[in-house]
């Protein structure tokens, strides 16, 4: 399927038939995932795929009652890994050790963990985080649409049950969960602002 009908095509989906999806899809899927850029190439998430009938039934209490939740023969939960820019600040330094950075002062100091704003750099790595997720998870739902499934987005659910119910470590946070199954609905487009609206264009 070419990229633009894929595009196209994509629906948030949340009625779902039973069949089960199998483990080679869920890879090809998961790949998609793998590929996607990151800031700085930190490949901050990991991701938490639910098959379990029981941890979705306790997934969609925790995402205010949505039966679709429990239904979706896969829920993936979406997270961002904290552990990633530790990582980071030791890839840096090697980097720096072997001449292939040219680094700033700024950028010493910050990998050192010496001067600057920690509060300003902590929120700085969420943002980076939070888009670094999303990206990924996009390649997801595009991914799993070339494929003949569907996906939904989900933010409204409690975070901390979440992460309960899914025996999370400190250092990963949900930031979203998909719903993935093959789709028992059509849902027509949803209206979309026109090119016009959303673009500003600078040619001089």
């Given at each position: 399927m070419e990229v633009f009908d894929v595009i196209r095509e994509r629906r948030s989906i949340r009625r779902y038939r039973e069949e089960k999806i199998n483990e080679e899809t869920l890879r090809k899927i998961m790949e998609a995932a793998r590929l996607a850029p990151s800031s700085s190439n930190i490949q901050s998430w990991?991701?938490?795929?639910v098959t379990s009938k029981e941890l979705r039934r306790k997934l969609k209490d925790a995402a205010r009652g949505?039966?679709?939740v429990e239904e979706a023969p896969v829920v993936i939960a979406c997270c961002i890994d904290l552990e990633a820019f530790k990582e980071q600040s030791k890839q840096t330094i090697k980097l720096l050790l072997k001449g292939a950075l040219r680094p700033s002062l700024e950028m010493i100091l910050r990998t050192l963990g010496v001067g600057g704003n920690s509060n300003l750099d902590a929120e700085r790595q969420m943002v980076n985080a939070t888009i670094n997720v999303s990206i990924a998870s996009e390649h997801i739902v595009l991914a799993a649409r070339n494929l003949g499934l569907g996906t939904c987005w989900i933010r409204a659910f409690e975070e901390e049950k979440v992460e309960?119910?899914?025996a999370l470590p400190e250092h990963l946070k949900v930031l979203a969960?998909?719903?993935?199954?093959?789709?028992?609905?059509s849902p027509s487009p949803r209206p979309r602002k026109t090119l016009e609206e959303i673009t500003i264009w600078r040619t001089e």
């Open positions: 990991k991701f938490i795929i949505q039966k679709f309960e119910i899914l969960l998909l719903t993935l199954g093959y789709p028992q609905e």
